[in-house]
C-alpha cells in the first residue's frame, strides 16, 4: 500500500532553514505530482506547495512564494521542501500527499491528494 514518511522537521529559530524530506513506496512515485501541506490547530490543512510528476512544473502559495522550493528526485522515491527565511508564522504540522491521478500535469486542489504522509512538525521561534 501507499506509504508516505516525512522527515526533518524540529525546532528552528526565525531566519533559519529546515528542508523537510518525504520517502514514498508502495506505488510508482515518478509517475503522480506530489504536494506539501501545512496544518496549524484548528485550521484546515492547506496546500502549500505542489509539483508535476517530471519535477517540470511547480507551484506556490503567496505566502511561501521565494523561500521555499520543492524538489523531487524519481530515483530515490522523494520529494523535498527546502523552507530558507522562516518565520514564527510557518510554524505548523507538515504532511507530503499524493495525487490521486497519475500524470496530471499538476495538482493544484486539496481534493485533487489522497494519501497523505504522518507529519512532521516545524516550529520557528522569534
Known amino acids: 500500500q501507499v506509504q508516505l514518511v516525512e522527515s526533518g522537521g524540529g525546532l528552528v529559530q526565525a531566519g533559519g532553514s529546515l528542508r523537510l524530506s518525504c520517502t514514498a513506496s508502495g506505488y510508482t512515485f515518478s509517475r503522480y505530482s506530489m504536494g506539501w501541506f501545512r496544518q496549524v490547530p484548528g485550521k484546515e490543512r492547506a496546500l502549500i506547495a505542489g509539483i508535476s510528476w517530471n519535477g517540470g512544473n511547480t507551484v506556490y502559495v503567496d505566502s511561501v512564494k521565494g523561500r521555499f522550493t520543492i524538489s523531487r528526485d524519481n530515483g530515490k522515491n522523494t520529494v523535498y521542501l527546502q523552507m530558507n527565511s522562516l518565520t514564527p508564522e510557518d510554524t505548523a504540522a507538515y504532511y507530503c500527499?499524493?495525487?490521486?491521478?497519475?500524470?496530471?500535469?499538476?495538482?493544484?486542489?486539496?481534493?485533487?491528494?489522497?494519501?497523505w504522509g504522518q507529519g512532521t512538525q516545524v516550529t520557528v521561534s522569534s
Open positions: 500527499a499524493k495525487d490521486r491521478v497519475s500524470w496530471r500535469p499538476i495538482a493544484l486542489e486539496r481534493t485533487n491528494f489522497g494519501s
